[in-house]
């Protein structure tokens, strides 16, 4: 009923760039905050970004200053800029929504597949 979709992932050299953007679609009647999340192997899932509804954000230390988080209301997009990519930021990111899905009256999270992102030295 409700999804999340990833894209914009990829394999690029440390120093470098890569935008992802996540797109939520279905029955949905509201959407609350959005984030990115990313675990790489033999690790836990971690918060990379997150958005509020009313563009406040916050950032894991790891990437304060690299990386840059919107959204777009309008279109029930959230995106990830990176920038001066690390080796250490590679994993499998995931975007997370906190929505109100039309059929139900409460607040539930919905997660994207995933898009890996690798970044090599």
């Known amino acids: 009923q409700v999804q999340l979709v990833e894209s914009g992932g990829g394999l690029v050299q440390a120093g470098g760039s890569l935008g992802l953007s996540c797109v939520a679609s279905?029955?949905?009647?509201?959407?609350?905050?959005m984030g990115w999340y990313r675990q790489a192997p033999g690790k836990q899932r971690e918060l990379v970004a997150a958005v509020t509804s009313g563009a406040a954000t916050n950032y894991a230390d790891s990437v304060k200053g690299r990386f840059t988080i919107s959204r777009d209301n309008a279109k029930n997009m959230v995106y990830l800029q990176m920038n001066s990519l690390k080796p250490e930021d590679t994993a499998v990111y995931y975007c997370?929504?906190?929505?109100?899905?039309?059929?139900?009256?409460?607040?539930?999270?919905?997660w994207g597949q995933g898009t890996q992102v690798f970044v090599s030295s």
């Open positions: 997370k929504a906190v929505l109100r899905a039309s059929f139900r009256s409460d607040w539930s999270d919905y």
């Open positions: 279905g029955n949905i009647f509201s959407i609350n905050a």
